[in-house]
């Protein structure tokens, strides 16, 4: 079964700030790897999709990076703002998608 | 991207009941949907995936018989929680893809409280 792994659990960095956030997966044969952003109590919101075949995607302040081989995942989110603030979690796609435990970040002002 | 539409957002139900939450997909073909179930402050645990047309395969540790999950069509998919209980009260969500690229699109939500 698919494992997957974010660290760190939790992050506090003060705005403006560069930070990356990393995802590991036990099982190299995926489809897709997405990244999500989740606010409290609210549902999730896509940041970014890499196919298996792609090694980055970026939108705006966000670039994430895949190495299948080596079963990471990498978001980088540069010039954190206070809005940024959030859960951010990692799936994989395989037959079924698994998240890992999600990154909590807090961006001061 | 695509719409997924999950509905209630939100429902109260008293124990014992049953309670039905559906997942639409508005403008695409959902060949498989995920149902996940989520407690506060933990990550999404996936529930079950389906496949339009079979049944639903379960993970380990989640009682299909309590939990039914309907994918008759390719745009419908409904999961049924029966005889609920307070300790079924979660966030619930589900995620619908078509063919292609098998990117995930997510519905809202549904946050249920059993009292």
């Known amino acids: 079964k698919q494992e997957v792994t974010q660290i760190p659990a939790a992050l506090s960095v003060p705005e403006g700030e560069n930070l990356v956030l990393n995802c590991s997966f036990t099982d190299s044969a995926i489809y897709n790897l997405q990244w999500f952003r989740q606010d409290p109590g609210k549902g999730l919101t896509s940041l970014l999709l890499?196919?298996?075949?792609?090694r980055e995607q970026t939108s705006g302040r966000l670039n994430a990076s895949l190495d299948k081989s080596s079963g990471r995942s990498t978001l980088y989110i540069a010039a954190s703002q206070p809005g940024d603030s959030a859960t951010y979690l990692c799936?994989?796609?395989?037959?079924?998608?698994?998240f890992g435990a999600g990154t909590r970040l807090t961006v001061k002002p | 991207g695509a719409v997924v539409s999950q509905h209630p957002s939100r429902v109260i139900c008293k124990s014992g009941t049953s309670v039905k939450i559906e997942c639409r997909s508005l403008d695409f073909q959902a060949t498989t949907m995920f149902w996940y179930r989520q407690f506060p402050k933990q990550s999404l645990m996936l529930m079950a995936t389906?496949?339009?047309?079979?049944?639903?395969?379960?993970e380990q540790g989640v009682e299909k018989d309590k939990f039914l999950i309907n994918h008759a069509s390719l745009t419908l998919s409904t999961l049924t929680v029966t005889s609920a209980h307070p300790e079924d009260s979660s966030f619930y969500i589900c995620?619908?893809?078509?063919?292609?690229?098998?990117?995930?699109?997510f519905g809202q939500g549904t946050r249920l409280t059993v009292v």
């Open positions: 995620s619908a893809s078509g063919t292609g690229d098998l990117e995930a699109f």
């Open positions: 799936a994989v796609r395989v037959n079924d998608m698994r």
């Open positions: 890499i196919q298996s075949s792609q």
């Open positions: 389906s496949n339009e047309g079979s049944k639903a395969t379960y």
